[in-house]
T-cell receptor, first 113, second 115 residues
Framework: GENVEQHPSTLSVQEGDSAVIKCTYS??????FPWYKQELGKRPQLIID?????GEKKDQRIAVTLNKTAKHFSLHITETQPEDSAVYFCARSHMNRDDKIIFGKGTRLHILP | GAGVSQSPSNKVTEKGKDVELRCDPI?????LYWYRQRLGQGLEFLIY????????KSGLPSDRFSAERTGESVSTLTIQRTQQEDSAVYLC?????????????FGPGTRLTVL
């Protein structure tokens, strides 16, 4: 199907520890995988994305890995801080077609003091 | 440049009334999406417009929901005979398909409350 499965739905980590959120998909034609962060009461915003021609991408404390063979991708947040508390959505699409972007159901991340 | 805008920001209506929500996408963005987000829930896809292609309406929950888009500009989402379960934040997003960056830019949303 076209859905993206996202796990876990809720995640609590101690401040300073790492957080990992995983997503799986079934459409092997997918080649664009963005991650969005939605803080409480705000709109979702893109935080990082990866295209299928690379296996990993990093931006400061955030990294995304992609395994095209296994059809899964993950978001890694290191040295978590209170401002990382939010809902995170993974998504997939095919950049060169008119396919709509498909979102996962989201992961609520709580950073514990 | 302005981002995606939506109006109204808040709408309170009585059950059974019709409502119309508006989205102004970023100029030049060919793709436009509507989502519904209930409190504490994820992004529920409603409808997708891409250029001159027929819209993907597969997410509309019932025939009370409809949406239109004028060319590659403004879109309106209409909910007829509103029900209490329609209460949610309705988010619009736009993106430029075909470019090297297909980032979706979300509007601030319209919070709909059906009494």
């Amino acid at each position: 199907g076209e859905n993206v499965e996202q796990h876990p739905s809720t995640l609590s980590v101690q401040e300073g520890d790492s957080a990992v959120i995983k997503c799986t998909y079934s459409d092997s034609a997918s080649n664009y995988f963005p991650w969005y962060k939605q803080e409480l009461g705000k709109r979702p915003q893109l935080i990082i994305d990866i295209r299928s021609n690379v296996g990993e991408k990093k931006d400061q404390r955030i990294a995304v890995t992609l395994n095209k063979t296994a059809k899964h991708f993950s978001l890694h947040i290191t040295e978590t801080q209170p401002e990382d508390s939010a809902v995170y959505f993974c998504a997939r699409s095919h950049m060169n077609r008119d396919d709509k972007i498909i979102f996962g159901k989201g992961t609520r991340l709580h950073i514990l003091p | 440049g302005a981002g995606v805008s939506q109006s109204p920001s808040n709408k309170v209506t009585e059950k059974g009334k019709d409502v119309e929500l508006r989205c102004d996408p970023i100029s030049g963005h060919t793709a436009l999406y509507w989502y519904r987000q209930r409190l504490g829930q994820g992004l529920e896809f409603l409808i997708y417009f891409q250029g001159n292609s027929a819209p993907d309406k597969s997410g509309l929950p019932s025939d009370r929901f409809s949406a239109e888009r004028t060319g590659e500009s403004v879109s309106t989402l209409t909910i007829q005979r509103t029900q209490q379960e329609d209460s949610a934040v309705y988010l619009c997003a736009s993106s430029f398909r075909g470019g090297p960056n297909s980032e979706q830019f979300f509007g601030p949303g319209t919070r709909l409350t059906v009494l």
